[in-house]
């Protein structure tokens, strides 16, 4: 029995990112500056990295993930009377961006082995007002974005990715973000690599990228007169926002960014030994993640078991409990919006409607994954399930 808790997830923080924020803070420009630019151009190097290289990404730092997917909706057009595809299985900041733009967000089932929404229902939900699709590449495994994209191409929609779980995947349509009008990274804690709290919007679209920036900082811009005289004096364009990056936090992504994909292969490999560790126990007493399609790179954010609740004597809670008794800390991705009470009001959402989403929701279990976590950590983990979940067996 350990002593310490076990979290679910546990940002990798060094030196460097330290000594960064202490520069920073030293430095005397403590908001939006140099560091933010500097990390724009590394995120923008990062995913332009081979292919085609990085010079028509346009990467705009923002406060969170939420506030990318806030001005990609915005940017993109879709407002009032707009139908957008999208998942019900993620957090409400997905479903809730779209619904502050005025749009609808009508959800489309997932797939109950990936999470992802399911590409093979996605058109029966296009009606005469679908204008876009936001697809969540659910804990980095990308979306079937072959058969999305081509939907989105037959409809006219505009794809934005949610990619808050995926800075790193891949598919053989691409990087992540970078699959349609604009890509939303998130850098909370908890994701790929943090920036404490913190997100980016990716576009190859300099006129998504020029609106994300001008609706993130209050609709302000430099003015015509401005331009004409070379003065900095401003103009108020258009209602906008303050969703700008802190220098502070650029400091610390800086340093992320650099070793994104290293985590991202420390993930993978702690995720590979959780599945030889509990495949005796795939499809019969929980399901683990199913393995990653060729030409697919999976960012590993996160590692989502679900318990087979037809051959236990016991429901998640219970499990979450034992494992929580165990000292070990889980997390819950996700509760279906469907089966919230906002939506159900707001959208006329009914259990019954996405019976695979409320599958999973009873299910899911995040067992702790993040690249510092050790062997020792990983075997304890598998250890515990193991136990608790055979002391259930029916
Ligand atoms: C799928 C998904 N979308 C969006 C977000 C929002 O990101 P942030 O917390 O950075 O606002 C999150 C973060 O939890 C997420 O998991």
């Not at 346009?58 to 001005?71: D, I, P, Q």
């Not at 996605?122 to 204008?131: D, L």
Request: hydrophobic content about 45%.
């Amino acid at each position: 029995m350990r002593d310490d808790i076990l979290p679910f997830s546990r940002p990798s923080i060094t030196e460097d990112e330290i000594s960064e924020v202490v520069a920073a803070m030293r430095s005397g420009w403590l908001t939006t500056g140099p560091r933010t630019e500097k990390f724009e151009a590394a995120i923008a190097d990062y995913l332009g990295a081979g292919a085609q290289g990085a010079g028509d990404i346009n990467v705009v730092a923002v406060n969170s993930g939420t506030a990318a997917l806030h001005l990609a909706v915005l940017a993109a057009g879709l407002g009032p009377g707009d139908e957008v595809l999208t998942t019900p299985l993620t957090w409400p900041a997905t479903s809730n961006m779209i619904m502050l733009a005025g749009a609808k967000p009508v959800f489309v089932d997932i797939d109950r082995d990936t999470l992802n929404m399911n590409a093979d229902l996605a058109e029966a939900a296009v009606t005469e007002r679908t204008r876009g699709m936001l697809p969540v590449h659910f804990a980095g495994l990308t979306c079937d974005m072959g058969k999305l994209g081509a939907l989105a191409v037959e409809h006219d929609l505009a794809v934005i990715e949610d990619a808050a779980h995926a800075l790193g995947s891949a598919c053989p349509q691409g990087k992540a973000g970078l699959l349609g009008v604009a890509g939303c990274f998130s850098f909370h804690p908890t994701k790929p690599i943090t920036t404490g709290e913190g997100g980016a919007l990716v576009t190859r679209d300099p006129a998504i990228a020029d609106t994300a920036r001008l609706l993130g900082f209050h609709g302000v811009t430099r003015g015509a007169r401005a331009r004409a005289t070379g003065t900095a004096e401003y103009e108020v364009a258009a209602l906008g926002f303050k969703y700008n990056m802190l220098d502070i936090q650029a400091a610390i992504g800086l340093h992320q960014i650099v070793r994104a994909e290293d985590l991202r292969r420390k993930r993978e490999r702690l995720a590979r030994m959780y599945h030889e560790a509990l495949a005796d126990l795939d499809g019969d007493l929980l399901y683990l993640p199913p393995p990653t399609p060729a030409g697919c790179v999976h960012a590993w954010h996160l590692y989502v078991i679900k318990l087979n609740l037809d051959k236990l004597d016991f429901d998640r809670p219970a499990f979450r409990a034992a494992l929580r008794e165990r000292n070990i800390a889980t997390g819950l991705h996700y509760l279906s919006l469907h089966v919230q009470p906002f939506y159900e009001r707001e959208l006329g959402c009914k259990p019954g409607d996405f019976p695979e989403a409320l599958w999973a929701s009873d299910r899911v279990v995040s067992l702790p994954l993040f690249a510092d976590m050790t062997d020792d950590d990983l075997t304890y983990v598998c250890d515990a399930v193991r136990e608790v979940v055979q002391a259930h067996a029916v």
